[in-house]
């Protein structure tokens, strides 16, 4: 599993029942894919730097959850079909200390250049610049 955020931005004028059963509708979402809600935070009503569908502030939320990749296309397609919503953005957090699935390397793997390793670097790259510079 790995961890996401969620920012939500719903329209402003929605009243607070139907706000918290959009907000609802999502976290099910997550919940129905496998995945674990780790916090929800309402923002409020905030102006935006720009004007979506006429409307110039929105009510932000922010969801933080555990869920495997594979589900994350099926939440954003219910996503897309709220009337509610104006827009939204997933993002992928830093994998934690305990996942495997991170793209770097393990420490022990890293390898580190030496003086010599930098002396033949830039002398490959003077090389370079001479060559581009005689064409």
């Known amino acids: 599993m790995r961890r996401y ?3 939500l931005l719903l329209k402003p004028d929605l009243e607070d029942d139907k706000l918290q059963s959009a ?12 995945g674990n809600l780790t916090k929800i935070s309402p923002w409020g009503k905030r102006r935006m730097a720009y004007p979506i569908q006429h ?3 929105a009510s932000y939320y922010l969801l ?27 993002t992928l957090l ?16 890293v ?3 030496g003086s010599d390793d930098i002396e033949v670097a830039a002398e490959f790259d ?9 064409a």
């Not at 907000?23 to 496998?34: D, I, K, L, Q, W």
């Not at 830093?94 to 793997?109: K, Q, Y």
């Not at 003077?126 to 005689?134: G, K, N």
């Open 94 to 109: 830093e994998p934690r200390a305990g996942d495997s699935e991170g793209d770097a390397p393990p420490p022990d793997e």
């Open 23 to 34: 907000v609802e509708r999502v976290t099910r979402a997550v919940v129905n894919g496998g």
């Open 111 to 113: 390898t580190e250049l």
């Open 55 to 57: 409307y110039r502030e």
């Open 5 to 7: 955020e969620l920012m």
């Open 64 to 90: 933080h959850f555990d869920i495997e990749p594979s589900a994350i296309r099926e939440i954003e397609r219910g996503l897309l079909i709220s009337e509610e919503l104006l827009r939204h953005l997933v």
């Open 126 to 134: 003077e090389e370079d610049a001479v060559a581009a510079a005689e």
